[in-house]
């Protein structure tokens, strides 16, 4: 499957936004999707969890409240809507589809997009 990830742009503290993670392929209802993000200098970071059905979501804990993961298998579409974003929530976001019950790793997701840049300015 490929992935492509869009949505990223600068905001101001207190926006929103929503980024978008479109698959190729017919199988995209098979992967359990996540999305990752990568501030300059430090590890990739897990954000949140989506299962093939959408049925079970998990967030890292500095998100909750903040954002919703979602996805739409007719479209082949993954979310992530972001509100009352932080400057400390700047960086590249990645979009990663795997065949998992649920993961939290980078290393669990065989299949990456190519990032889209969040800046959040204060």
């Known amino acids: 499957v490929q992935l492509q990830a869009s949505g990223g742009g600068l905001v101001q503290a207190g926006d929103s936004l929503r980024l978008s993670c479109a698959a190729s392929g017919r199988t995209f209802s098979r992967y359990s999707m996540a999305w990752f993000r990568q501030a300059p200098g430090k590890e990739r970071e897990f954000v949140a969890f989506?299962?093939?059905?959408?049925?079970?979501?998990d967030y890292v804990d500095s998100v909750k409240g903040r954002c919703t993961i979602s996805r739409d298998n007719a479209k082949n579409t993954v979310y992530l809507q972001m509100n009352s974003l932080k400057p400390e929530d700047t960086a590249v976001y990645y979009c990663?589809?795997?065949?998992?019950?649920?993961?939290?790793?980078?290393?669990?997701?065989?299949?990456w997009g190519q990032g889209t840049q969040v800046t959040v300015s204060s």
């Open positions: 990663a589809a795997g065949e998992l019950e649920y993961g939290r790793r980078p290393r669990d997701y065989a299949y």
């Open positions: 989506i299962n093939w059905n959408g049925r079970r979501t």
